[in-house]
Each structure stands twice: as structure tokens, then as C-alpha cells.
């Protein structure tokens, strides 16, 4: 995607393509329109970062909060958003054997007792046993590390949704 495309979006068409760039924290993208022009879209995926880095703790805990559980319980009801839904796919949790998805939401609920905002990881630089061992022992870390620990999955996750965007783009254009 050519950045004088971005640069040339409305503040609705942006916050309709960047919206959930950041998993349902479409303010996110709403800010970042004011930021424009773009000198690159390497520059948008910084602000992206640099927007989150700027955020108080509850802030950041915030966007942890917007995250949806891993193989959860909107897994089930099939209300993930299509992003989260292709991750959680592509890290094999849509397939898990009874007892991995019970070990993982037995997981998810000590860990979100522990810290108050659920796991987060980039599950499509993962998969299910990564994502298993990852839980067991990001839950004994500091508050404040795993707060840093689950920001900096975010923005993985953001970097990818970006640049699915951009290849999209790219290749409807040369239909
Ligand atoms: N809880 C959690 O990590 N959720 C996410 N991770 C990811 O890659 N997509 C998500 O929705």
C-alpha cells in the first residue's frame, strides 16, 4: 500500500481499513489519523507502537483487556473478530484435543486472577505447546514485566495485522 493512499484517507475510511490494528481499540487508529502525513508505512506501524508506549499502566492493561482469550470462550461462540480468529487458527488452537483446551482455559483463569487482565502472545508466531509452556511461566513473572510482556505481544500482533493490510493492498491492485 502506497503511504500517499494512507496519507489520502478520511478519518473514517482510515479508522474502517486501521481499526483493529489493535485488537477492538479502534480510538487507537482514530488518534493516529490526526498524525498524518505518513513519510512510510514503516512510520504508521511506529506511531502504532509509540501511541501504546505512551499509555499510563491503565491504559496499557486497557488494551490487554480488549484481547479475547485464547481458544476461549468466543472461540466457541464464534464472535471473535476475523483477525483474532485467523491468529488463533493459524497457532492450531481451533483444533485442540479436549484436554489441551481444558489445560489452556484452566491457564487462562489463573492467570487473569493473577494480574487482572488475560494472557496475551502473538499466536502466529506460536503454537499450542509454545503458547502452553508460555502461560505456565509468564504467570509467575512481576506485575509490571508481564504487563511490558504482554504489551510487546501486542505489538507483534500489530506489526502482522499491518502488514496483512498492506499485502492485501497490494494485491488488489494488481487485479
Ligand atoms: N489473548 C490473546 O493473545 N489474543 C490474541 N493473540 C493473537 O495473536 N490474536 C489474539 O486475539
Not at 53 to 62: A, M, N, Q, V
Request: charged letters at 25%; a negative charge.
Amino acid at each position: 500500500m502506497d503511504v500517499q493512499v494512507v496519507n489520502c484517507m478520511t478519518c473514517e475510511e482510515f479508522v474502517r481499513v486501521f481499526g483493529n490494528v489493535v485488537e477492538r481499540c479502534p480510538l487507537i487508529a482514530a488518534a493516529l489519523w490526526s498524525r498524518r502525513p505518513f513519510s512510510s508505512t514503516l512510520e504508521l506501524e511506529n506511531g502504532f507502537n509509540e501511541f501504546i508506549d505512551s499509555l499510563s499502566i491503565e491504559g496499557k492493561e486497557g488494551i490487554l483487556r480488549c484481547h479475547p482469550d485464547l481458544a476461549g470462550r468466543e472461540l466457541l461462540a464464534g464472535t471473535l473478530t476475523v483477525e483474532s480468529r485467523g491468529e488463533q487458527g493459524h497457532a492450531g488452537l481451533t483444533s485442540l484435543s479436549s484436554a489441551d483446551a481444558l489445560r489452556m482455559n484452566q491457564l487462562n483463569s489463573q492467570y487473569k486472577e493473577q494480574f487482572g487482565f488475560p494472557f496475551v502472545i502473538c499466536a502466529r508466531m506460536s503454537d499450542k505447546d509454545r503458547i502452553l509452556q508460555q502461560l505456565e511461566s509468564r504467570v509467575r513473572n512481576q506485575q509490571l514485566q508481564e504487563l511490558q510482556c504482554g504489551i510487546e505481544e501486542v505489538k507483534s500482533i500489530c506489526r502482522l495485522r499491518l502488514q496483512d493490510i498492506y499485502n492485501r493492498a497490494a494485491k488488489s491492485t494488481k487485479l
